[in-house]
């Protein structure tokens, strides 16, 4: 999947989402056998993760961004499944509070950075402050930034600004030893609204459903517009998006986990290697330990 043209987007190619079929399921005929691939790549992860973990090398930070209702919670819950609780940590980004309102757009997502060793999940970061703010540039005005004191000084040079702002951060973690995997969940409007629909009529999902839902999915053509100039100006050979179909949730969890499992495999993770001042160290903890049994029957 890491190569799939129709996934994988080239960095510094144009991106047109309407190219990308959300329905598209890379020649996997039926849910079965896609299950049966996540199956063997969570167990994959599992031993992944255990070695990412023993060798401390590098920490892994995988993005999810999507529209609501594609599916972010229930992939990250499905495809890392298998992972050791303490070796991962997800974070959901909401709405900027008032203390990260006096701070700059990244340092909310600095401080939930994953430590050497462990995988970092960001259920929706940084990218909201060219998606959301995008759309809702008003959003901007909170920030209180040099310069910007209307809507109409927020011109394209800003949003090209941030853009390089993102890919020098996401550059400085990839210099500093973490692996960034950034995945856009892509659903049709039509899929959206029946899913939208099923929460709607299902007593135990009326949670999921905001009435806030139906008001931003009036801007879907706006938001299409803003994933397209932001994954196009932000996939890099250091992090790279992926356009993963979500119409199908089998295949999306799926084409996910695969992707993880693949990168992961390819790094150079090995299990610590003990020197011969450490393998004396274990020698004779272990005739310690002996002894004790002995002393005992005695």
């Known amino acids: 999947m890491n190569n799939d043209k129709n996934i994988f987007v080239k960095p510094g190619s144009k991106v047109n989402l309407s190219d990308y079929d959300t329905a598209y399921t890379a020649g996997f005929s039926d849910k079965e056998s896609a299950?049966?691939?996540?199956?063997?790549?969570?167990?994959?992860l599992t031993k992944l993760q255990y070695k990412l973990y023993a060798s401390n090398a590098y920490s892994v930070l995988i993005i999810f961004q999507a529209m609501d209702a594609a599916g972010k919670d229930?992939?990250?819950k499905h495809v890392m499944s298998g992972i050791d609780p303490q070796g991962c940590e997800v974070t959901?980004?909401?709405a900027p509070?008032?203390?990260?309102?006096?701070?700059d757009f990244l340092w909310r997502c600095y401080k939930r950075l994953p430590e050497k060793g462990k995988i970092g999940i960001f259920n929706r970061s940084h990218y909201e402050e060219v998606l959301v703010t995008r759309v809702h540039p008003e959003f901007i005005l909170n920030q209180k930034l040099p310069g910007i004191k209307t809507i109409k000084d927020i011109?394209?040079?800003?949003?090209?600004?941030?853009?390089?702002?993102i890919n020098k951060f996401e550059k400085h973690l990839s210099e500093n030893g973490t692996i960034i995997i950034k995945f856009f969940l892509h659903i049709s409007k039509k899929e959206q609204k029946e899913r939208f629909l099923k929460r709607i009529d299902d007593p135990e999902k009326n949670w999921k459903f905001s009435i806030a839902d139906i008001h931003e999915r009036a801007h879907w053509k706006e938001y299409?517009?803003?994933y397209e100039e932001a994954i196009q100006n932000t996939s890099t050979d250091y992090a790279p998006w992926y356009i993963i179909p979500a119409d199908h949730k089998w295949?999306?969890?799926?084409?996910?986990?695969?992707?993880?499992?693949?990168?992961l495999s390819e790094l150079d993770i090995k299990m610590p290697e003990l020197n011969e001042k450490e393998k004396e160290d274990l020698k004779k903890a272990k005739i310690m330990l002996e002894e004790e049994d002995n002393e005992k029957k005695k």
């Open 155 to 165: 011109t394209d040079d800003f949003w090209q600004s941030r853009f390089k702002q």
């Open 74 to 76: 229930g992939t990250i």
């Open 92 to 94: 959901s980004f909401k």
């Open 97 to 103: 509070t008032y203390e990260e309102l006096e701070h």
């Open 251 to 263: 295949f999306m969890r799926m084409a996910t986990g695969n992707i993880i499992a693949g990168i």
């Open 35 to 44: 299950i049966e691939k996540l199956k063997n790549d969570i167990e994959k």
């Open 224 to 226: 299409q517009n803003a």
